[in-house]
């Protein structure tokens, strides 16, 4: 690889861009020089001339300087910060605090020896003052005053650590689901926001589980086609109405017999649909939801049904009816909005405000959608904690984006272009991943004050006791790789952790509610201590627990600080895996870059070294025992340890081998459109679950019984 300019490499540095890594299987590389300059560009840096990079050095040294106030100030309660701010040399400057009580008071300001500096055509001095760092956590404002003249930015007050609200030191544990792969019998074909709390009054009253964790519920296109992965939705603002159940809403008791026989053929053409299918069919049925719920929205709402959906309207603003219009336009035009007429690529055109006026009623009903989905969603986790868990819903952040969705319509500026997200090779896919994801550029993060994390993470939080945050190191780096390259060919962009997991800290502070970030894969050990220090859980794998030495740790090695399980979602559930069955579909899709007797080999030393561990604890009998005895020791395992959350997949419960995902994929493997079914094959509604006999006998081993 061709060395990287000095000079060069120093600037990428000071942007946050790493020019060097550590791979999967610890050898040092370096990221390529075209690899820094597509980054660079992308990050608004113009890489044009010369004389390009002295000019880039300038203005990010000066960019501090020509700013009164920073664009916002992030800090951890009870550590000591300071904020710098600049005025003409020789003027006075006072900054005080008003906090979000409306308490106000000045900051103490301290000695620095930063020299003057003169910038265009006046010298510049810089004032630095000590942050109230004790007060209480919070969003509040910072002002600076000079001769008469007034600025402000934004002050957020991060809490130390999150913690396990409302479990004191007790350990629970869980279900994980994929809610679209669980209907019931009286569902529409696809598992919706009724099942799921039909599921979690399951699992509490029969089977004493805390919480269920299910899959991201972000809003997808609503224009077909509509996007399988739940984790490569439109937006993570908003829920996707493919969940509601028609049925549930108030509207439906009070429609009139004909809307109520539409509602009813609509459901029984999805059933239908979902019946001829092998696949989750999402288009099907949600052509025959939307055309039910369209008519319940004509049949209009008692006044203090309204008042409630107008002042839910008034809260969201216009973020809600960018939102809503998005959607329409996507009826009309597709999916994917760089492919709309130019005029609508910007949506505060007039083009755009043109066409919300003429479209209001169809507005109006994506609103109410979102108002609906946001009720029955918070009436599942209400069900739960009712029934009596200590946990509810645990609900699931994706990582990023659709390119073409709603997130980067609304809000173009934040996103990086000409690079989009993924992860370097690793063992599970040695070609590297591109999740075709754009990232956020973490400067106009700063400049936003966050507003783009805050307001994603508060809605989540707002039907959830627990927030499982996917690729959690993506709040510390990112894996950007350049248009055109391959998933190898990328880079790690760094963003400012402290601010970003501070304020995800500070809004589940708000709401009560337990973090988990999903830390596996390739990790730098620091960035777990940290996690772990600001009270967000890890999240570990019994596959995956090893040593420095590769070999399985013991239960009572694992942390406390973690949700723990036998497997995953980009896993096959436990019968699979044992039967390699990750390998064999990996080797047929062609992303394996060694043999596949080889990659088995490996994966069966891997395994046996966990058995024989089983075998030691007495927890089987021998390494060749029953894949079925294999399955509960391993859940026996997790019950052993100190995980203060434990999650057990409803695949396992009742005995699926098929995995829901494949990374690295996309069309090759039907990625999350696999119908839940028993070992047999045969599809399993929520009815049949309750009557088998192997999810009791995982829970009896998971509530210490056996």
């Known amino acids: 690889m061709p060395d990287v300019d000095p000079r060069l490499a120093r ?7 790493s020019t060097e890594f550590w791979d999967w299987k610890g050898q040092h590389k370096d990221a390529a020089p075209e690899t820094i300059l597509a980054c660079l560009r992308a990050l608004g ?31 951890e309660r009870n550590q000591e910060r300071y904020v710098a701010v600049h005025v003409p040399a020789g003027r006075p400057a006072n900054v005080w605090a008003r906090l979000e009580d409306g308490s106000t008071f000045f900051l103490e300001q301290v000695d620095n020896e930063e020299p003057d500096r003169w910038l265009d055509d006046h010298w510049v001095g810089r004032a630095t003052f000590r942050l109230p760092t004790t007060v209480a956590t919070g969003y509040h404002t910072l002002f600076l005053e000079s001769d008469e003249r007034y600025w402000e930015t934004d002050f957020i007050l991060t809490p130390e650590t999150v913690g396990l609200p409302g479990l004191g030191q007790r350990s629970v544990w869980g279900i994980m689901a994929q809610l679209y792969s669980i209907a019931g019998e009286t569902s529409w074909g696809i598992g919706d926001f009724t099942d799921l709390a039909d599921l979690a009054v399951w699992a509490k009253t029969q089977l004493h589980a805390d919480f269920v964790l299910t899959n991201p519920v972000h809003a997808a296109e609503v224009a077909p086609p509509m996007t399988p992965s739940p984790y490569f939705p439109a937006t993570r603002r908003y829920v996707n109405p493919l969940y509601i159940r028609p049925e549930a809403i108030e509207e439906y008791a009070i429609a009139p017999e004909p809307v109520r026989t539409v509602v009813e053929t609509c459901r029984a053409r999805a059933r239908a649909s979902a019946g001829e299918s092998a696949q989750i069919p999402r288009d099907a049925v949600w052509a025959q939801k939307k055309e039910a719920l369209l008519a319940l929205f004509a049949v209009g709402r008692r006044p203090s049904r309204q008042m409630e959906f107008d002042e839910y309207a008034a809260q969201h603003g216009e ?25 609508y690529h910007n949506p505060g055109s007039r083009e755009v405000e043109a066409f919300a006026r003429t479209n209001r009623q169809r507005i109006s009903f994506y609103m109410w959608l979102q108002w609906v989905a946001d009720e029955q969603a918070r009436g599942a ?3 739960a904690l009712d029934v009596g868990m200590r946990v509810g819903v645990m609900s699931d952040l994706a990582v990023g984006v659709n390119r073409d969705g709603e997130e980067t319509w609304g809000m173009q500026d934040v996103f990086a272009r000409g690079v989009t997200v993924g992860a370097p090779p690793d063992a599970y896919n040695q070609a590297g991943q591109d999740w075709l994801q754009p990232p956020w550029r973490p400067d106009r993060l700063e400049e936003t004050a966050y507003a783009p994390l805050r307001a994603m993470i508060a809605a989540l ?5 627990a927030v499982r945050v996917d690729h959690i190191m993506g709040l510390f780096r990112l894996w950007w790789i350049p248009e055109g390259k391959s998933a190898a060919d990328g880079a790690y962009i760094r963003y400012d952790h402290e601010a970003m997991v501070g304020i995800l800290a500070l809004e589940a502070e708000r709401a009560r509610t337990a973090i988990i970030g999903e830390d596996l894969g390739t990790v730098e050990p620091w960035v777990r201590e940290y996690l772990a220090a600001r009270g967000i859980l890890g999240t570990s794998v019994a596959w995956f627990e090893m040593d420095q030495e590769g070999r399985p740790l ?15 979602h980009d896993l096959p559930p436990t019968l699979g895996y044992l039967a390699h069955d990750h390998i064999a579909l990996r080797y047929r899709l062609g992303l394996l870059t060694e043999s596949l007797e080889d990659e088995i080999k490996r994966d069966a030393a891997d395994q046996d070294a966990i058995l024989k561990m089983l075998v ?11 894949p079925h005895e294999v399955l509960k020791a391993l859940h026996r395992f997790l019950y052993q340890t100190p995980a203060r959350l434990k999650c057990v997949a409803l695949t396992d419960m009742v005995g699926e081998r098929r995995t829901q995902n494949q990374p690295g994929t996309i069309d090759e493997y039907p990625n999350w459109r696999v119908p839940l079914a028993d070992e047999a094959g045969e599809r399993l509604t929520l009815e049949k679950i309750y009557s088998l006999t192997s999810p009791y006998e995982i829970a009896d081993i998971m509530n210490g019984r056996v």
């Open 319 to 343: 973020d809600l009816e960018r939102f809503a219009t998005w959607c329409v336009l996507t009826e009309q035009y597709g999916a994917f909005w760089r492919k709309w007429p130019r005029p």
């Open 381 to 383: 986790q209400t069900g």
């Open 461 to 465: 939080l707002r039907h959830s006791g």
């Open 11 to 17: 600037l990428a540095q000071a942007h946050g861009i």
């Open 45 to 75: 840096v113009a890489t044009d001339g010369s004389d390009w990079i002295d000019k880039a050095y300038v203005e990010l040294d000066e960019r501090p300087w020509r700013y009164p106030l920073p664009p916002c100030v992030v800090a």
């Open 616 to 626: 030691g604890r007495g927890l089987i009998s021998s390494q060749t025992a029953d």
């Open 554 to 568: 013991n239960p009572e090695q694992w942390r406390a600080l973690c949700l723990g399980s036998v497997t995953t």
